[in-house]
């Protein structure tokens, strides 16, 4: 069976979750759900980055060790996922006993292979532990990290490097090639770009730092919170015969690591590479950055309260394309529901299940739909191109398309007015369009799970009206 691995960047435990966090991870799952019907053996990595400086500075405000706080959090993670219907294979902790001894292992291997120092070199820097990451004078503004707005902390200590520089040019060439693809094609330029502006070797360690796993080599440091991180995923691929991820989902601002810092490491234990590596946008909430400041962090609960399970997952993903930035309101999400959700596709479900009350339609099947494949388009056949969509990670257009279909089956029912026939006649028309229902059921499937096994049940059988799948706001 083929295979598909995809992961999600796992999310620091120091903030509870957020939509933030909720997007990238519903669209992984889309995609896991959507190699799946097609047959692949897909497998969903999702989880919570536990250690650095971050973490230990949350659990001291609270009062806590960081792995109690660390546990408390990453346990609210798991039920927001699990709340969500994110169909994962593992969720994985980096404070997990094999995650320990895989990372020990990984920068045993990298010490042994000479790509890290010997010894440690002396290191003076900035730090913004919001980021978790040394910040150059130029990126600061006015003395603060600009998206912190935070003063960066004046590091002095000696730090193990690992010899990045060493991996420009072969990174240079897998990326141009697209053996490591780097998609969109904006963010694949951008990183060529940072590319050949140079690179520089990077600390990996920490000697102050006590959260942290210590060097395999020294055990008088801990590792450098993102290195260790990012082989999380090898830690689930490795033990699993699933190494390599077929595709690294993660926002715009840690593509660097992915692209840049992860491959190296890979490249100097001689280990499988990354196939693709996809970079989605941000999203503002009315126009602002989400903030805790600003007090308009939205929770994936207050979505769910609102629109339901496959309702949040839906107006995440219709309402601007995945890799662009984009803007969230409620009145802008009341009215993708509403207009979609509950007139779109639920009018439709409810005004066939009432034409069908009384006759009997024979369970058909959908795979070989009259009504939506006789539909010509300009570019092709729609299932065709939703498939296109999706594995170029466009939903808003893979949703747009199901949605044609929608229209289009509405159309045929207001042409045809089966509400004026009768006997064979109506059974005639409304098998099309039940049939039609059946097809764009399945295509329905990775994004709305539970809406869709309500669909295949209704339409299976005697057809009876229910509740509405999703109540008007
Ligand atoms: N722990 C690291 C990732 C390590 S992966 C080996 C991390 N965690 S995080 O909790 O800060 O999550 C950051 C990710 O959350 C971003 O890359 C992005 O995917 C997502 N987002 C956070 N806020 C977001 C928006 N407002 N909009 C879209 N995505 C956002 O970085």
């Known amino acids: 069976m083929n295979k598909f691995f995809i992961t999600t960047p796992i999310y620091y435990v120091n903030d509870v979750p957020h939509i933030g966090h909720a997007y ?3 669209a992984a799952d889309v995609l896991t759900r959507y190699w799946k019907c097609k047959g692949y053996d897909a497998r969903l990595l999702v989880g919570t980055d536990e250690h650095g400086a971050k973490i230990a500075e949350a659990a001291k405000k609270h009062n806590q060790q960081p792995k109690d706080y660390a546990d408390k959090i990453s346990e609210e993670f798991k039920q927001a996922w699990e709340k969500l219907d994110i169909d994962f294979v593992r969720f994985i902790r980096t404070t997990d006993e094999d995650h320990i001894k895989m990372a020990q292992k990984f920068l045993q291997k990298l010490y042994d292979k000479g790509a890290i ?36 902390i004046e590091h002095s200590e000696e730090n193990y490097y690992f010899k990045l520089t060493a991996y420009q040019k072969q990174l240079e060439q897998l990326i141009t090639s697209d053996t490591i693809k780097i998609s969109p094609q904006s963010r694949k330029n951008e990183i060529l770009g940072k590319i050949k502006q140079g690179l520089e070797d990077i600390s990996i360690s920490r000697a102050n730092l006590e959260w942290g796993i210590p060097l395999p080599f020294d055990c008088s440091h801990t590792a ?31 593509l660097w690591f992915h692209a840049i810092i992860w491959p190296a490491m890979l490249l100097a234990i001689d280990e499988k590479l990354p196939k693709q590596i996809f970079a989605h946008g941000f999203f503002t909430v009315n126009g602002q950055k989400m903030s805790k400041t600003l007090g308009n962090v939205i929770s994936p609960d207050q979505l769910v309260e609102k629109y339901g399970v496959d309702g949040t997952r839906y107006v995440l993903l219709a309402a601007f394309p995945f890799g662009e930035d984009g803007d969230f309101s409620w009145d802008a999400l009341d009215r993708l529901y509403n207009a979609d959700l509950a007139n779109g596709l639920g009018n439709l479900v409810a005004r066939v299940a009432k034409l069908c009350e009384n006759i009997t339609i024979s369970d058909n099947n959908p795979s070989i739909n009259k009504l939506v494949t006789s539909i010509p388009t300009t570019s092709g056949d729609i299932t065709t191109l939703y498939a296109k969509a999706l594995e170029n990670y466009r939903f808003d257009e893979a949703l747009k398309l199901i949605w044609d279909e929608i229209r289009i089956i509405d159309h045929y029912i207001n042409n045809q007015q089966p509400w004026k026939l009768k006997g064979q006649n109506l059974i005639n028309v409304m098998q099309v369009v039940v049939d039609a229902i059946r097809y764009l059921n399945l295509k329905l499937q990775p994004f709305l799970p539970e809406t869709s096994e309500k669909i295949l049940k209704q339409f299976s059988g005697a057809i009876k009206s229910q509740p509405p799948l999703f109540p008007r706001i």
């Open 24 to 26: 990238p991870t519903v």
């Open 117 to 152: 120092d010997a010894k440690p070199r002396l290191y003076k820097g900035l730090y913004c532990v919001g980021h978790e990451k040394f910040m150059s004078p130029e990126e600061l503004v006015n003395g603060l990290c600009p998206d912190h707005q935070t003063k960066p």
């Open 224 to 254: 450098y919170v993102w290195i260790e991180a990012l082989i999380n995923y090898y830690t689930y691929g490795s033990q699993n015969n699933f190494w390599p991820a077929d595709l690294h989902l993660v926002g715009k601002d840690i």
